[in-house]
């Protein structure tokens, strides 16, 4: 075989395992691939059964009265909108961190001048647990909807802004050098070539990002009480209604799940040309 036959033929080769794992995966059972995910679960659910039944505590209820409480809250109309609306500031304050922290965070990996600049505030504001900042901003905006978005905005802004920064950096010199030579200027290499090269880190900041706004939005409500998951929550904590505390657990712990699992599958799809590039130069 020539030189020119085996470099063509080499990457041939992890596709052609993928394609044959993708096969082998394809004909087993459905419940061989599910039930490595879902026995963990299992078990756990059937220890604390056991262990509450053992215990006999109100502080402990079982199974079938979490479930019921799962079941009432989720048909009450108002405790639905209050969900609803927790999840509408989450997205906002997502939101809010994609618009601002995405950009920052590619500027400082294109920009050692401006890294320089901004790490010294990213130090010093990483180690402030956000829900703390509540108060502060409770002053200054209220206790509406807005202090508890830019807590989340708070919350999500450094994962984003780290995997940016960590994307950008890494971004190939020849693909910014070719863009300045046919007359790109700045915001238009960071959004045409940059933000498209670095989309892989992006996402996973987006993906870890997910699961600090829905931790901030908790933190948030608990401390401003007006209506949401987290006021549902320490409300029935409050009035020792164990039952509904431990629905609202599993609650969100179901929308932590999703959005998760769906934003990965998302992630996926977009950065599908990444993981084939990886899977090459392996």
């Not at 609803?84 to 997502?94: I, K």
């Not at 712990?253 to 590039?277: I, K, P």
């Amino acid at each position: 075989m020539t030189a020119v036959a085996q470099r063509s033929a080499a990457p041939a080769q992890p596709q052609a395992d993928a394609v044959a794992l993708r096969a082998v995966t394809v004909g087993e059972p459905a419940w061989r691939r599910w039930l490595p995910r879902v026995l963990p679960v299992l078990v756990l659910l059937a220890l604390w059964e056991v262990c509450a039944r053992r215990a006999n505590l109100e502080e402990m209820p079982g199974l079938a009265a979490i479930g019921a409480a799962l079941i009432t809250i989720l048909s009450n109309a108002d405790d639905v909108a209050g969900i609803l609306a927790s999840l509408g500031r989450m997205a906002a304050g997502f939101a809010l961190g994609l618009a601002i922290a995405v950009p920052t965070g590619l500027a400082m990996g294109r920009s050692p001048a401006f890294a320089r600049l901004v790490n010294p505030l990213t130090t010093l504001v990483y180690p402030v647990p956000k829900a703390a900042l509540m108060p502060i901003l409770m002053l200054w905006f209220g206790i509406g909807d807005l202090s508890k978005i830019l807590v989340i905005f708070l919350g999500v802004s450094l994962p984003l802004l780290y995997h940016s920064y960590q994307g950008a950096a890494a971004v190939d010199d020849k693909l910014v050098w070719s863009a300045r030579a046919m007359g790109m200027r700045g915001p238009a290499r960071l959004a045409r070539v940059i933000l498209p090269a670095s989309l892989p880190d992006v996402l996973l900041g987006c993906r870890v990002g997910i699961a600090m706004a829905l931790i901030t939005m908790i933190s948030s409500e608990m401390i401003a009480r007006q209506e949401g998951a987290g006021e549902l929550l320490f409300n029935a904590l409050d009035m020792a209604v164990y039952p509904e505390v431990y629905a609202m657990i599993v609650l969100i712990a179901l929308l932590g799940l999703l959005l998760d699992v769906g934003f990965e599958r998302l992630r996926r799809r977009l950065v599908r040309w990444s993981d084939t590039l990886h899977g090459e130069a392996t």
